[in-house]
């Protein structure tokens, strides 16, 4: 199963993703788990320790790697390079494996949305397209916002694209816009999740504002989320509900796919 999630910044798709990871995970399944933000946080919200974070480099920053693979110097406009870099080794040999979590740090390249082809881009466009061709048992994407690393060539492979929304029109207005520019690539398989929910009248406006969107389930708002990050640990691990809540949404989810 392959979850792509995504959502305006700061909804909450990292404490998402580490949630679901950390239920497939403890179900047995074999998750693996990749951070697709510039600056990534998954590795924290999964809870792992210094010893293995210290071991995590995103890909998007390993100039010699990307250099090895492609042929050319990262920053480099223009001259040769290939645009499908051998990438079949990377997620074993970058990941790290805590609590049942396989995690995968792969960053971004700022393009300035121009679409350019740089050999850094080429590289993690390549890595991509292989995370999604690849066999796991539960691949869970934490996408950083919208959909800029699917193409029509991938979208097959995904499951479903989960689009976190706090109970704000602004959040559901990002919405709507992810759910147009996945619609565009043939994306359709895609189901909003609340979060930040503070009670029954903010659920119940998720439920009729969807954007047409159906609501797979929602996460409480909690001041404990915070404590949770000040401490080191993870929601999955400090705050009951919201990880009953993430298991509800995992049922959910198995039920809709
Ligand atoms: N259910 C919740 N209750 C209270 N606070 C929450 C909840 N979920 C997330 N938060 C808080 O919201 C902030 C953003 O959460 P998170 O990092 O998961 O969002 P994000 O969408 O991944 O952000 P970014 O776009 O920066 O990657 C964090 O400070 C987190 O503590
Ligand atoms: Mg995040």
Redesign the pocket.
Known sequence: MKLAIS?K????????AALLAQVYADAGRQVLAVDA?PSP?LAG?LGFPDELRALLHPIAEMDELIEERTGAKPGTVGGFFTLNPRVDDIPERFSVVHEGVRLLEMGSVDTGGSGCICPESAMLKTLFTHLLFRKDDVLIL?M??GVEHLGRATVDFVDAMLV?VEPTRRSLGTAAQIKSLATDIGLTRLWLVG??VRNAEEEAFLKAETTGLPLLGV?????A??EA?RLGIPVYNHIPS?RKAAEGIAKALEEEI
């Open positions: 959502g910044g700061g909804v909450g798709k990292t404490t998402l933000d946080c919200a934490d950083y916002a976190v979060n930040k996460l409480p708002a909690d001041l989320v915070q990050d919201l």
